[in-house]
C-alpha cells in the first residue's frame, strides 16, 4: 500500500472499514422488509436507522482500533487488515477526537427517532455506545472474555432488526424474534473468521475468543453450524405463509457451505481474509433474499 499520510481523510476512511458497513446495514434492511411485510413501513425513520446503525459501526472500529493498540494486540505479526493507530496513520489523540465526534452524531441522528417511538429508545441507544466501549475496553473488556459472539447476537440481531420494525409498527412479533436470530448468527460469521485467522496471534495476546478457548476444529465447525442455523431457522417463515422467506435464505448455504470448505483448506495464515470477503458477501447476499422474501409475501 502507497504511504498513508497521517491523520488524512484517506487514513480515515481506512481507519473507518467501510467494507464492514455490510454488517451495519444488513439489520436494517431485514428490518424494514419484515415492517413492509406487515405494511408498516415508513421510510423516514428506515433512513434514520441506517445511518445511526452506520455510524455506530465506524465508531465501534475506531474505538477498536484505538483501544487494541494502546493494548498492545495489533502486533507485527498481525494477520488482519492493518489498523489505522498500529501503522501510525493517525495519532491516539485524532483517534479519541474521532471516536468522540462519530459516536455523538450517531446519537443526535438516532435522538430524532424519538419523533416516532417512545423514551425507551435513549436507554437502547445508550446500552449500544456502552457495549460499542465495552467490547474492548475497561476492566473486563468482553471481547477478550469470549463474549463476542454473544454481543454479536444482540447488537447486530436483535437490537438493529428489532428496532428497525419497531420504529415503523411500534410492535414486536415473533417474526422479528426469529428474523433477528437469523441476522444476529450469519453477522457471527464474520467474528468467528476473524477468530479463526487470529487464533494463535489472540492466543498469545491472551485474548480468549471461542476459537482459542476450543480450539482450532471447535472454529471450523461453529462457523459452518452458524450459517446453517440460520439458513433453517427461516422454516418458520413458512408457518406464517412466507413461502419465499423460507425457500429463498437456502439459497445462502450453497454459497455458505463452499466458503466454509476453502476455510478449511486454506486453515491459517494470511489467506484467510479472503475468506472474510466472502463471508461479508454471503452475509449480504443472506439479508438480501430473506428481505425479498419477506417483501414478496408482503
Not at 419523533?115 to 441507544?125: D, K, Q, R, T
Not at 480450539?215 to 418458520?236: D, H, K, P, Q, V
Not at 408457518?239 to 455458505?256: I, S, V
Request: net charge positive; charged share 15%; hydrophobic share 50%.
Amino acid at each position: 500500500m502507497e504511504e498513508v499520510k497521517r491523520n488524512s481523510l484517506q487514513a480515515w476512511i481506512l481507519a473507518a472499514r467501510p467494507k464492514t458497513l455490510a454488517g451495519a446495514i444488513t439489520p436494517v434492511m431485514i428490518g424494514c422488509a419484515l415492517a413492509f411485510a406487515d405494511g408498516k413501513f415508513n421510510w423516514i425513520p428506515a433512513l434514520i436507522c441506517c445511518l445511526f446503525a452506520g455510524l455506530m459501526q465506524v465508531a465501534a472500529n475506531f474505538i477498536n482500533d484505538l483501544f487494541d493498540f494502546l493494548k498492545g494486540t495489533d502486533r507485527e505479526d498481525r494477520l488482519g487488515p492493518e489498523r489505522a493507530c498500529a501503522q501510525g496513520w493517525i495519532s491516539a489523540a485524532a483517534m479519541k477526537q474521532g471516536i468522540f465526534i462519530t459516536v455523538g452524531l450517531a446519537c443526535l441522528i438516532g435522538c430524532t427517532l424519538l419523533f416516532y417511538a417512545g423514551w425507551e429508545l435513549i436507554l437502547i441507544g445508550a446500552l449500544c455506545v456502552l457495549f460499542a466501549f465495552l467490547y474492548t475496553t475497561g476492566p473486563y473488556p468482553l471481547s477478550y472474555k469470549g463474549w463476542g459472539d454473544v454481543l454479536v447476537i444482540v447488537f447486530f440481531g436483535f437490537v438493529p432488526v428489532g428496532g428497525t420494525y419497531y420504529v415503523q409498527a411500534l410492535n414486536w412479533t415473533p417474526n422479528v424474534t426469529v428474523a433477528s436470530l437469523v441476522c444476529g448468527l450469519i453477522v457471527d460469521t464474520l467474528l468467528v473468521v476473524n477468530n479463526y485467522r487470529d487464533r494463535d496471534a489472540d492466543r498469545k495476546s491472551g485474548k480468549k475468543t471461542v476459537v482459542v478457548r476450543f480450539g482450532e476444529s471447535f472454529g471450523r465447525y461453529f462457523y459452518l453450524l452458524l450459517g446453517i442455523t440460520a439458513a433453517w431457522l427461516c422454516f418458520w417463515f413458512l408457518f406464517n405463509g412466507h413461502l419465499y422467506a423460507t425457500l429463498l435464505p437456502q439459497l445462502y448455504l450453497f454459497f455458505h457451505i463452499r466458503t466454509w470448505k476453502k476455510m478449511v483448506q486454506i486453515h491459517s495464515g494470511k489467506k484467510l481474509n479472503s475468506i472474510l470477503g466472502e463471508t461479508s458477501r454471503n452475509m449480504l447476499l443472506m439479508g438480501i433474499l430473506l428481505s425479498i422474501g419477506l417483501v414478496i409475501n408482503g
